[in-house]
C-alpha cells in the first residue's frame, strides 16, 4: 500500500494525473478575423460588431444548448480562442499614422489577456495569421504584431495560463482536465513548401509543426487523452501544400484528436483525411468574430459544439451594393455532437 501511496504521489508532482473520462468537462470559446480595423478603412463598423461579439461572449452562460444536441445550459468557459488574422493591416502606415499598432490596441481593448485587464470577462488565447504581419525584424514601420504576440505568450506562461511554450515564444500548449490544447500559428507546417508561390515571409510558420511533433511526444504520448490542434489556417487553404498536409496528418493520426479548429476561410463543419479509409479528422472552421463564435465542450467521451451568430439582413444599396445590417438577433447553427476516442 505503501509503495502505491508512493507512486500517486510521485505522479502528482510530475503532473501526470489528470481528470479521468468520467470527470472530464471542458467548456471553451473559439473564434478567428476578427480584423481589427482603424483609420482609413473601408469596414468602419467592425470594431464594434467585434465588441458586441465580445458581450455576447460574455454573457454566454445565460444561454442553453439547442435541444437537438442535448440542450442544458453552458457552463461558464475556460478560455476564448482567436485563431488569426486578428488585425487587418499587420504592417501599414496611413497618412503618418501607424494604423497597424492602432489596429492591436482595439484588440487589446477588447480581448484583453487574463479576463481582468479587456472587456472579455475570460482569458483570451490568440494566434497569428496571414494578416497579423511578418515575423519579428522583418516589419518596415516600427511595430511588429508578433513581438507583441510574443510578450503576451510569456505573461501567459508566468500566469500560468499555458504550460509549454516553443522556443520561438509563437506557439503554446496547455491542459484543461485532461484535455491537450495545442496552437500552431499561421498553419501546421515547418516552413513554407518552395512549390507554393505566395509571400514566404508573410506565410512563414516558423517551426510550428516540429513544435508539434515534440510537443504531442512529451505531454500526450500513448495516454490516449483527447487533443484539441488549433491554427489560423486549415485544410482548404491554398499555401499549404498537400506535401505538408500529408505530413501534418501522418503526424497526428496516432493521436486522439477531438477536433482541428481553424479559421480563415469561413464558417463550418467538416471531416477531413488524406483518403477514405483514414480516420477523420473533425475540423471546426471557426468563422469572423465580428459575425459570432463556437461554443465547444468536451465531457466525458463526447464533444459538441455550435456556431452562435448573428443573423444579418442582407438588402441593396442605393449604389448598387448589398448592404448588410444587424437588428440584434442570434441563432445557432453548424451544430453537432461526435464521439472521442476512448482514453487509454
Not at 282 to 299: K, P, R
Given at each position: 500500500?505503501?509503495?502505491?501511496?508512493?507512486?500517486?504521489?510521485?505522479?502528482?508532482?510530475?503532473?501526470?494525473?489528470?481528470?479521468?473520462?468520467?470527470?472530464?468537462?471542458?467548456?471553451?470559446?473559439?473564434?478567428?478575423?476578427?480584423?481589427?480595423?482603424?483609420?482609413?478603412?473601408?469596414?468602419?463598423?467592425?470594431?464594434?460588431?467585434?465588441?458586441?461579439?465580445?458581450?455576447?461572449?460574455?454573457?454566454?452562460?445565460?444561454?442553453?444548448?439547442?435541444?437537438?444536441?442535448?440542450?442544458?445550459?453552458?457552463?461558464?468557459?475556460?478560455?476564448?480562442?482567436?485563431?488569426?488574422?486578428?488585425?487587418?493591416?499587420?504592417?501599414?502606415?496611413?497618412?503618418?499614422?501607424?494604423?497597424?499598432?492602432?489596429?492591436?490596441?482595439?484588440?487589446?481593448?477588447?480581448?484583453?489577456?487574463?479576463?481582468?485587464?479587456?472587456?472579455?470577462?475570460?482569458?483570451?488565447?490568440?494566434?497569428?495569421?496571414?494578416?497579423?504581419?511578418?515575423?519579428?525584424?522583418?516589419?518596415?514601420?516600427?511595430?511588429?504584431?508578433?513581438?507583441?504576440?510574443?510578450?503576451?505568450?510569456?505573461?501567459?506562461?508566468?500566469?500560468?495560463?499555458?504550460?509549454?511554450?516553443?522556443?520561438?515564444?509563437?506557439?503554446?500548449?496547455?491542459?484543461?482536465?485532461?484535455?491537450?490544447?495545442?496552437?500552431?500559428?499561421?498553419?501546421?507546417?515547418?516552413?513554407?513548401?518552395?512549390?507554393?508561390?505566395?509571400?514566404?515571409?508573410?506565410?512563414?510558420?516558423?517551426?510550428?509543426?516540429?513544435?508539434?511533433?515534440?510537443?504531442?511526444?512529451k505531454n500526450v504520448g500513448d495516454s490516449g487523452r483527447p487533443v484539441i490542434l488549433m491554427s489560423h489556417c486549415g485544410i482548404d487553404a491554398d499555401?499549404?501544400?498537400?506535401?505538408?498536409?500529408?505530413?501534418?496528418?501522418?503526424?497526428?493520426?496516432?493521436?486522439?484528436?477531438?477536433?482541428?479548429?481553424?479559421?480563415?476561410?469561413?464558417?463550418?463543419?467538416?471531416?477531413?483525411?488524406?483518403?477514405?479509409?483514414?480516420?477523420?479528422?473533425?475540423?471546426?472552421?471557426?468563422?469572423?468574430?465580428?459575425?459570432?463564435?463556437?461554443?465547444?465542450?468536451?465531457?466525458?467521451?463526447?464533444?459538441?459544439?455550435?456556431?452562435?451568430?448573428?443573423?444579418?439582413?442582407?438588402?441593396t444599396g442605393g449604389d448598387g451594393q448589398p448592404k448588410r445590417t444587424w437588428e440584434g438577433q442570434w441563432v445557432w447553427r453548424f451544430t453537432g455532437t461526435a464521439d472521442m476516442q476512448p482514453t487509454k
Open positions: 500500500m505503501s509503495k502505491v501511496i508512493a507512486l500517486i504521489a510521485l505522479l502528482l508532482l510530475s503532473g501526470t494525473v489528470f481528470a479521468g473520462t468520467d470527470g472530464r468537462d471542458v467548456t471553451f470559446i473559439s473564434t478567428s478575423d476578427s480584423h481589427y480595423v482603424s483609420v482609413g478603412t473601408r469596414h468602419p463598423k467592425r470594431n464594434a460588431n467585434d465588441r458586441e461579439t465580445v458581450f455576447a461572449i460574455n454573457a454566454v452562460t445565460d444561454l442553453n444548448w439547442p435541444e437537438a444536441i442535448g440542450g442544458g445550459p453552458i457552463d461558464v468557459p475556460r478560455g476564448v480562442m482567436l485563431l488569426g488574422d486578428v488585425i487587418d493591416d499587420g504592417d501599414s502606415m496611413f497618412e503618418g499614422i501607424n494604423i497597424t499598432e492602432k489596429q492591436y490596441e482595439h484588440f487589446v481593448a477588447d480581448f484583453g489577456l487574463d479576463g481582468t485587464d479587456g472587456v472579455l470577462k475570460f482569458p483570451a488565447f490568440e494566434t497569428w495569421g496571414n494578416h497579423d504581419g511578418p515575423p519579428v525584424g522583418a516589419e518596415r514601420y516600427g511595430f511588429s504584431f508578433q513581438a507583441r504576440f510574443k510578450e503576451r505568450n510569456a505573461i501567459r506562461k508566468q500566469k500560468g495560463l499555458i504550460d509549454n511554450l516553443s522556443s520561438t515564444g509563437l506557439h503554446y500548449s496547455w491542459d484543461w482536465d485532461d484535455v491537450h490544447f495545442v496552437t500552431l500559428g499561421i498553419y501546421p507546417a515547418d516552413v513554407q513548401n518552395a512549390k507554393i508561390r505566395y509571400n514566404k515571409v508573410w506565410h512563414d510558420p516558423q517551426g510550428a509543426l516540429t513544435f508539434l511533433r515534440e510537443d504531442l511526444a499555401w499549404w501544400h498537400e506535401e505538408d498536409k500529408k505530413a501534418f496528418y501522418d503526424l497526428v493520426a496516432s493521436y486522439n484528436v477531438a477536433a482541428y479548429i481553424y479559421g480563415h476561410s469561413g464558417t463550418g463543419i467538416r471531416q477531413w483525411a488524406l483518403t477514405e479509409t483514414q480516420r477523420k479528422l473533425l475540423c471546426i472552421n471557426d468563422g469572423q468574430t465580428e459575425n459570432g463564435f463556437f461554443v465547444i465542450q468536451l465531457q466525458n467521451d463526447r464533444i459538441r459544439y455550435g456556431f452562435y451568430g448573428k443573423q444579418w439582413k442582407t438588402e
